[in-house]
């Protein structure tokens, strides 16, 4: 019903910088917000940043001054520009749209993408 589909992840050397991209489509009336969480191996997975419909962040110190979110609400798309990237940033990237509206149903439901693979390695 409601699909996230994420791009923009690979292999980058440490210093470098990628561009994440998520998409939701289908049946959507409203998201609230929009984020990004990570995992990496034998990790809990963690918030990395979000961004609500209305424009207001939040984000994990461990990337503050270096990653950036962004939201296009007109295309349901949201962005995660990551800048001087770590090693210890190397991690499966989800996204995750919460406080999803469906038309024609009283739900509010959170989906979450497939998962794109990000390293940071030299």
């Known amino acids: 019903q409601v699909q996230l589909v994420e791009s923009g992840g690979g292999l980058v050397q440490p210093g470098g910088s990628l561009r994440l991209s998520c998409a939701a489509s289908g049946s959507i009336f409203s998201i609230y917000a929009m984020g990004w969480y990570r995992q990496a191996p034998g990790k809990q997975r963690e918030l990395v940043a979000a961004i609500t419909k209305g424009g207001i962040t939040n984000y994990a110190d461990s990337v503050k001054g270096r990653f950036t979110i962004s939201r296009d609400n007109a295309k349901n798309t949201v962005y995660l520009q990551m800048n001087t990237l770590k090693p210890e940033d190397t991690a499966v990237y989800y996204c995750?749209?919460?406080?999803?509206?469906?038309?024609?149903?009283?739900?509010?439901?959170?989906?979450w993408g497939q998962g794109t693979q990000v390293t940071v390695s030299s």
């Open positions: 995750n749209a919460g406080g999803v509206v469906v038309p024609g149903t009283p739900e509010i439901d959170d989906y």
